[in-house]
């Protein structure tokens, strides 16, 4: 009978082949979770105004398949692809930093 690997053990093993440092790791995580959290933004932007994929394109002047990439996190959107989505939506976008001393700077994006 074949012994079954445990979760633990497979990604025990895929760390001990990665090469890369603990902190190109983080940041490798940090972006990949920046790509699947503006695709659910994307997402909810899109269907909260009630549109298909074709139509949210049509409105930006870009493809279906435009779309479903930054949806599926295949692909992250720069500021000014953001700004068409939030024009095309009707959303409010904005962009906030927040400093360590407290202040915060708020960019309108789109809409």
């Known amino acids: 009978m074949t012994e079954r690997t445990t979760w633990d ?3 025990a ?3 001990a082949r990665d090469t890369r440092s603990a902190r190109e790791r983080d940041a490798h995580r940090a972006a990949v979770s920046l790509r699947f959290d503006v695709a659910q933004l994307v997402h909810d932007l899109r269907t909260s105004a009630g549109l298909t994929q074709r139509q949210l394109a049509d409105r930006m002047g870009t493809t279906q ?4 990439r930054l949806e599926q996190a ?6 000014e692809m953001l700004r068409r ?5 009707g959303a ?7 400093y360590a ?3 915060d700077t708020d960019v309108a994006i789109g809409a």
């Open 65 to 68: 398949s435009v779309i479903s």
């Open 92 to 98: 409010d976008l904005r962009l906030l930093a927040r």
């Open 13 to 15: 093993n895929q760390a």
């Open 9 to 11: 053990e497979v990604k």
């Open 101 to 103: 001393g407290g202040a």
């Open 85 to 89: 989505i939030a024009v095309a939506t």
């Open 74 to 79: 295949g692909r992250l959107p720069t500021l």
